[in-house]
């Protein structure tokens, strides 16, 4: 039974991994993109007439592809934003970052609440074999002021309940 299970589960993985549009060359359109991602979840203007398209699977899903067209509408790169690598990289720079650039490179977040001061904080979860996820926070202004990994709360509760 336990091998089973174990074979189930591993098989979800698997087919997880081929969901994800690694195997989009550059030079795609618009709408191939779409046939083979579905609907976006969101569009953002880039210089020089180009498009970046997000595909997040939040709240809870841990990966946003994002996919950037140039002013012809072909694709020139897609790579999935949210790796332990790219929001260490992104942790460096953010201070500073408006909430529309913030978004551009992120994406939509899992979860948005309150701070202090009228600021928010932004969470997407990610990749990780921990239950943890990025968080960042932005002034009242929309600026951003921080980036880091905490813990997620909402992953480790099945934990605190001796699951």
Do not use: H, K
């Not at 992120?106 to 202090?116: I, K």
């Not at 943890?132 to 709360?153: E, K, R, Y």
């Amino acid at each position: 039974m336990r091998l089973a299970v174990a074979l189930a589960i591993a098989a979800l993985i698997g087919a997880c991994a081929i969901l994800g549009p690694a195997d989009l060359a550059p030079g795609r359109t618009e709408t191939e993109v779409v046939q083979r991602l579905g609907m976006p979840t969101a569009r953002y203007p880039l210089d020089g007439g180009a498009t970046r398209i997000e595909w997040a699977t939040g709240p809870f899903g841990r990966s946003t592809w994002m996919v950037d067209f140039d002013a012809s509408g072909r694709s020139t790169a897609a790579r999935q934003v949210l790796t332990e690598s790219n929001l260490m990289a992104f942790q460096v720079r953010a201070p500073g970052l408006t909430r529309a650039e913030l978004l551009r490179e992120l994406g939509t977040p899992g979860e948005v609440r309150g701070a202090r001061g009228g600021g928010q904080t932004w969470s997407w979860r990610y990749q990780t074999n921990d239950c943890l996820w990025f968080q960042v926070s932005l002034d009242a202004a929309g600026i951003v002021t921080s980036g880091a990994f905490g813990i997620d709360w909402a992953c480790d509760a099945g934990w605190r309940r001796g699951f």
